[in-house]
């Protein structure tokens, strides 16, 4: 069973950082895509960062310049630097991972519990 784990989230003032972490654990021979939504109160989730497995990275324009995708295959494990923090940016965070369990066999969206950032003013 795959599953994958969030860390990283908290309270933060505006202008500080955060590096969010998402480590996969159980059968994976390999992770293709991956990425990183979130959430705010009240609004639509929407799509905050994608890395592909060669580290072609896209971001939500709101987030460029402040945000870093980025990835560890040795480790299954993918992150999200938050730096320059706005109050805008409070949100739930998910993790999401297109992982393959086996060479033969087609890859599976799996997601991330979630991770509360906040930031106030």
């Known amino acids: 069973q795959v599953q994958l784990v969030e860390s990283g989230g908290g309270l933060v003032q505006a202008g500080g950082s955060l590096r969010l972490s998402c480590a996969a654990s159980g059968s994976i021979f390999s992770i293709n895509a991956m990425g990183w939504y979130r959430q705010a109160p009240g609004k639509q989730r929407e799509l905050v960062a994608t890395?592909?497995?060669?580290?072609?990275?896209n971001y939500v324009d709101s987030v460029k310049g402040r945000f870093t995708i980025s990835r560890d295959n040795a480790k299954n494990t993918g992150y999200l630097q938050m730096n320059s923090l706005k109050p805008e940016d409070t949100a739930v965070y998910y993790c999401n991972a297109d992982i393959k369990r086996t060479r033969f066999t087609k890859t599976t969206l799996y997601w991330g519990q979630g991770t509360q950032v906040t930031v106030s003013s």
């Open positions: 890395i592909t497995s060669s580290g072609t990275t």
